[in-house]
């Protein structure tokens, strides 16, 4: 099983960053895929998840109206569309998989989102 995380990056406030996670080695559409951040000495906090199969979405309130999950069941991807960056969106984003049937939890390294002037 493997998650690979790219796309983060440092970006001026008020930016944009496209994050992908590509999947491998389980069955794609039978996990329910999400996003987190971890701050420095911070707790890993959820930033957005697809809450079901079918596709329904949450998102933290601090990122609502900013960032969109997106998941493409053909290439194995799921994405983190993120606009108007702030400097407190600066945090390592990691990729999660959660087996909508046996709860079994992967995830990924991480990426590094920076966001300063």
């Known amino acids: 099983v493997q998650l690979v995380e790219s796309g983060g990056g440092l970006v001026q406030p008020g930016g944009s960053l496209r994050l992908s996670c590509a999947a491998s080695g389980f069955t794609f559409s039978r996990f329910l895929m999400s996003w987190y951040r971890q701050a420095p000495g911070q707790e890993r906090d959820l930033v957005a998840r697809?809450?079901?199969?079918?596709?329904?979405?949450n998102y933290a309130d601090s990122v609502q109206g900013r960032f969109t999950i997106s998941r493409d069941n053909q290439k194995n991807v799921v994405y983190l569309q993120m606009n108007s960056l702030k400097p407190e969106d600066t945090a390592v984003y990691y990729c999660?998989?959660?087996?909508?049937?046996?709860?079994?939890?992967?995830w990924g390294q991480g990426t590094q989102v920076t966001v300063s002037a």
């Open positions: 999660n998989a959660r087996s909508y049937d046996s709860g079994q939890n992967y």
């Open positions: 697809f809450s079901t199969l079918g596709g329904m979405t």
